[in-house]
């Protein structure tokens, strides 16, 4: 598992590789992975948008910048936790994927918080084609 705290905002990642999902002799590598975001702090807080950095074994980045997770935009309060499942394809048989969430409190201010860099790797012996 990876954790990240910031503005007493606790994110935790847990990536895991789907042999079913994946083709390695097509270069199809698939993984899911687990987020759990818990409010640590006071305030009340919404996760507005998302902004991954995802890297594939080449160094090869994709972004991707969109509104919410998983279609939602969760309200947490004091204590509160929001988990979510979501996938990722890569070329590679590995990669690492980073980013931040965009958060606003009720009394309307903004700030990221940090989503911790994790690690896709797949089965011993998976290969990319090239």
Same mark, same amino acid.
């Given at each position: 598992?990876y954790?990240a705290?910031?503005r007493?905002?606790?994110?935790?990642?847990s990536?895991?590789?789907l042999?079913?999902?994946? %083709?390695?002799?097509?270069?199809h590598f698939?993984?899911a992975?687990?987020?759990e975001?818990t409010n640590l702090g006071q305030?009340?807080?919404?996760?507005?948008?998302?902004?991954?950095?995802i890297t594939?074994?080449?160094?090869?980045?994709?972004?991707v910048?969109? %509104?919410?997770?998983?279609?939602?935009?969760p309200?947490?309060?004091?204590?509160?936790?929001?988990?979510?499942?979501?996938?990722v394809p890569?070329?590679?048989s590995?990669?690492?994927?980073?980013?931040?969430?965009s958060?606003?409190? /009720?009394d309307?201010?903004?700030?990221d918080?940090?989503?911790?860099?994790?690690?896709?790797d797949? %089965?011993?012996? %998976?290969? /990319?084609?090239?």
């Amino acid at each position: 598992m990876y954790r990240a705290v910031t503005r007493n905002i606790e994110v935790t990642v847990s990536p895991r590789f789907l042999p079913d999902r994946s %083709a390695p002799d097509k270069g199809h590598f698939f993984w899911a992975y687990t987020v759990e975001i818990t409010n640590l702090g006071q305030k009340t807080v919404q996760l507005k948008t998302r902004h991954w950095h995802i890297t594939d074994a080449q160094g090869r980045v994709q972004e991707v910048r969109g %509104a919410g997770v998983v279609g939602e935009e969760p309200v947490l309060g004091p204590g509160e936790s929001f988990e979510y499942t979501s996938g990722v394809p890569l070329p590679t048989s590995s990669g690492f994927m980073s980013g931040s969430y965009s958060m606003v409190t /009720t009394d309307g201010e903004r700030f990221d918080i940090e989503v911790p860099a994790f690690s896709l790797d797949s %089965a011993p012996g %998976a290969r /990319t084609i090239n």
